[in-house]
């Protein structure tokens, strides 16, 4: 039972390196994934097909969710990054930036 207690709660499905949305935000989570080797992306799961899936959540080994992205249907921006504040852009290097900054801000300090 603790096993389960200890484990992190998943909002979606694992978004691995081989799904694309066939858009801008496939950018994103490529240059992510070579500056964060341990990125965990997770696409959010709908009940009902009319629900909007387009919701992304961003993580690391450390903490789930630490980072969500709306993005339009296909990946296509803007995208709407949030983690307690909220930013909205339409570049791709510019929204890599936001996201990279705010999971290395929430990172355990680097043993020395």
């Known amino acids: 039972m603790l096993d389960v207690m200890k484990r992190q709660h998943s909002r ?3 978004w691995t390196v081989s799904d ?3 858009g801008p935000l496939d950018d994103v989570f490529d240059q992510l994934r070579q500056h ?4 965990i992306v997770e696409r959010l799961q709908v009940t009902y097909p009319a629900d909007d899936d387009n919701v992304y959540f ?6 789930l969710d630490r980072v969500q992205i709306d993005t339009y249907p296909g990946g ?3 995208f709407l990054i949030e983690n307690g504040g ?3 852009t339409a570049d791709t290097a510019e929204a890599v930036a936001i ?3 705010w999971l290395e801000q929430g990172s355990p300090p680097s043993p020395t």
């Open 12 to 14: 979606g499905r694992p």
């Open 20 to 22: 694309r949305t066939g």
């Open 36 to 39: 964060v080797p341990t990125l």
């Open 58 to 63: 961003v993580g690391d080994q450390h903490e």
């Open 76 to 78: 296509q921006p803007p």
């Open 86 to 88: 909220r930013h909205q």
């Open 99 to 101: 996201i990279r900054n």
